[in-house]
């Protein structure tokens, strides 16, 4: 079903402040999670993984240590693939989000309504950018220049998973998707205040999901537990 008819009224979302992305939802082990985890800092931080990444070696016990050796530098490499962009959060593509409705049935989904994407760079090459479903993007007050704008007192932020986008926008290749549903770690609270929000987009994690997913369906591990 297309997002077009979802957002069918204008709202203001109120972000918590300091950023929604803190903690782990309980019971779960996707890659997201860890994503919506870090905070700013462990994001920033070059040794976050550095006593965790070691060199691979050449041979294993088992199929169960061969594929746990390729945890921790999934991990190190989307952290370091969100410090880059995030390092040149001024030149992402962007756009003012417009509308933004609760998704029924679905926790902490929500169907966006964008303007147009402002592509001061492109990432995926010279094209216009185009939502993807995979896309990690932050949502945000204000557009911020520099990492510690999102830092500022009372600045409000959080990360968003783009799950979907709308059909028009599928079958628009020459167009930014300006329909799409996200996917955040907490409840938005979602008001009519009309505060503005912008959407900007990171990077797209639907690679390192499926590794992840194709290395935890046979290892069965719960890693960084605690």
């Known amino acids: 079903m297309g997002l077009g008819g979802s957002t069918n009224r204008a709202v ?7 950023g929604l992305s803190r903690r782990r939802r309980h019971g779960t082990n996707d890659l997201t999670d860890f994503v919506f985890s870090w905070s700013l800092h462990n994001i920033l931080n070059e040794n ?3 006593d ?6 050449d041979q294993f016990q088992s199929v169960q240590d061969y ?17 880059s962009s995030l390092e040149n959060i001024s030149l992402l593509p962007f756009t003012e989000v417009i509308e933004c409705v609760e998704c029924t049935g ?13 592509n001061e760079s492109n990432t995926r090459g010279k094209e216009t950018y185009k939502t993807l479903p995979g896309d990690i993007l932050i949502l945000t007050d204000a557009k911020p220049a520099t990492v510690p704008d999102l830092e500022r007192f009372g600045r409000r932020w959080a990360f968003a998973l783009v799950r979907m986008i709308g059909e028009d926008d599928e079958e628009d290749e020459a167009t930014s998707s300006t329909y799409f549903e996200v996917e955040t770690l907490s409840n938005l609270e979602v008001n009519n205040s009309r505060k503005p929000m912008y959407a900007i987009f990171l ?22 537990k605690g």
């Open 12 to 18: 203001g979302v109120e972000i918590a402040e300091g």
């Open 203 to 224: 990077i797209n994690i639907v690679t390192n999901r499926r590794i992840w997913n194709a290395l935890h369906m046979s290892l069965n591990l719960d890693i960084l």
């Open 52 to 57: 965790k990444v070691e060199t691979i070696p």
């Open 67 to 83: 594929l746990g050796s390729y945890v921790y530098p999934l991990l190190e490499e989307t952290r370091a693939s969100l410090c």
């Open 48 to 50: 976050l993984y550095h």
């Open 106 to 118: 679905s926790g902490n989904s929500y169907a966006v309504k964008g303007g147009q994407w402002n």
